[in-house]
């Protein structure tokens, strides 16, 4: 099993739509939540951070974490076409550990 | 400038070839790391460095080597490129959790 699970998709939505990106994870030492966003061809951008469980928004994006599931959610509200991108998480434990990424939910957002 | 920059950008080579790939950053970093990513497996950690003096095996060194030669520097090198190797090679920086990733380099192996 690997540490960090995450639908590939793809994923493709109409413009406007609510969309609800996943992860689960089977690391209990992980205690930082990050979400990076990859646009074609570019390299990964951080996209929002989260420390232990609850949720944390950003404008259209929010980013839910909960410890007792092990499952990571990065929401957007009115999805436009320029979210089109690759969304990973990435779980951290802290200190000199190692992020961890999921493989990435590639996401199209239809105009 | 950009923060963190690879070179070269794109490459193409041949099997058995000895390749270095390049990456700078200017963020005053001390963590640099390589990764590789293909389709569908996501981003690999191939080393990681925690400062000049560190040199860290990641999932999947078997094949590349690593030199730190300054804060600002860490090079990955393939000694006799192989057709699996054919990828898209990430460098990044951070400071303890936040990663910042350069552009990335496409390398094809023939």
């Known amino acids: 099993q690997k540490e960090v699970e995450q639908d590939p998709g793809p994923l493709s939505v109409p413009e406007g739509a609510i969309v609800s990106l996943n992860c689960t994870y089977s690391?209990?030492?992980?205690?930082?939540f990050m979400w990076y966003r990859q646009y074609s061809r570019k390299g990964p951008e951080l996209l929002m951070y989260t420390y232990s469980s609850g949720n944390k928004e950003d404008g259209r994006f929010t980013a839910q974490v909960d410890k007792s599931s092990k499952y990571i959610s990065l929401f957007i509200r009115d999805s436009q076409p320029s979210d089109s991108a690759t969304y990973l998480c990435a779980p951290y434990s802290g200190g000199y550990q190692k992020v961890t990424f999921g493989t990435g939910t590639k996401l199209q957002v239809i105009p | 400038d950009a923060d963190v920059t690879q070179t070269p950008r794109n490459r193409i080579t041949k099997t058995g070839k000895r390749i270095m790939l390049e990456c700078s950053q200017t963020?005053?970093?001390?963590?640099m790391y390589w990764y590789r990513q293909d389709p569908g497996l996501g981003l690999q950690l191939i080393y990681y460095?925690?400062?000049?003096?560190?040199?860290n095996k990641g999932e999947i060194s078997d094949g590349y080597s690593v030199s730190r030669q300054a804060q600002a520097k860490f090079s990955l090198s393939l000694e006799s490129a192989i057709p699996n190797q054919t990828a898209l090679y990430f460098c990044a920086t951070s400071d303890q959790d936040t990663q910042y990733f350069g552009p990335g380099t496409r390398l094809t192996v023939l």
């Open positions: 460095s925690f400062d000049v003096k560190d040199i």
């Open positions: 963020k005053g970093h001390d963590r």
């Open positions: 690391n209990s030492a992980f205690q930082y």
